[in-house]
């Protein structure tokens, strides 16, 4: 079984600065990572994955996670947020022996203020 | 190409009541997947259909969930009775047989009152 924890419910911060969004897993397989998000009425879109390969991955709008086997984590980055960046943010692990099966954390709320 | 469609969007219900659910996968996606997203919560998986089989039903709480996907396009899921414990966005996604994306439709808020 797999699980996800995300610490941080909602990350306040202000425009332009960095944020770290973090994500912890447990997994007694091997898995791919994900980082969703959910803007305000709207479905889940995928905004990064790693499968395999390099372990930094980044996303078409600034954001970057790295896959920290060692450490269990997947933390999401981005050195300068915009407004538009304000929605909820949801890491997820697939095992890669197939199923295709997603086990998602709870979510991390970030609020980029002006 | 067009996204994954749910309806309806809102759905306000007494408990006890019946309610279904109707989800339009991307087309040619093999795989659909129904969510149930408690608030404060992460999505939670309850069912997986393969083409028209089920590959993953065992988070459905079979007593009072249906899901079916009949001809392997559409799905229906139905929750008789509804309790207060239901209240969720039910989410639909749908994936490639090969593919490990998910695309998600914008989900249907159901309240049991």
């Known amino acids: 079984a797999q699980s996800v924890t995300q610490l941080d419910s909602q990350v306040p911060v202000f425009e332009e600065a960095p944020v770290e969004l973090r994500c912890n897993y447990s997994?007694?397989?091997?898995?791919?990572l994900f980082w969703y998000v959910q803007y305000p009425n709207q479905g889940l879109q995928l905004l990064l994955k790693?499968?395999?390969?390099?372990?930094l991955v980044e996303s078409i709008n600034g954001f970057e996670a790295e896959f920290n086997k060692s450490q269990t984590s997947f933390h999401l980055r981005k050195p300068s947020v915009h407004i538009s960046d304000t929605a909820e943010y949801f890491c997820?692990?697939?095992?890669?022996?197939?199923?295709?099966?997603?086990?998602f954390g709870t979510g991390t709320q970030l609020k980029v203020e002006l | 190409e067009a996204g994954v469609a749910q309806s309806p969007r809102y759905k306000i219900i007494e408990k006890r009541q019946s309610v279904a659910f109707w989800c339009n996968p991307i087309?040619?996606?093999?795989?659909l997947y129904w969510y149930q997203q408690i608030l404060g919560q992460g999505p939670k998986l309850l069912i997986q259909?393969?083409?028209?089989?089920?590959?993953?039903d065992s988070q459905l709480p079979k007593d009072r969930f249906s899901a079916e996907r009949l001809k392997g396009v559409d799905s229906t899921l139905k929750i008789q009775p509804a309790k207060l414990e239901d209240s969720a966005v039910y989410l639909c996604?749908?994936?490639?047989?090969?593919?490990?994306?998910?695309?998600f439709g914008p989900g249907t808020r159901l309240t049991v009152t």
């Open positions: 996604a749908s994936s490639p047989q090969w593919g490990y994306e998910q695309y």
């Open positions: 997994s007694s397989v091997s898995v791919y």
């Open positions: 790693y499968l395999s390969g390099s372990t």
């Open positions: 997820a692990v697939m095992p890669t022996g197939g199923g295709n099966k997603l086990t």
């Open positions: 087309s040619g996606h093999a795989t």
């Open positions: 259909f393969q083409n028209n089989g089920v590959v993953d």
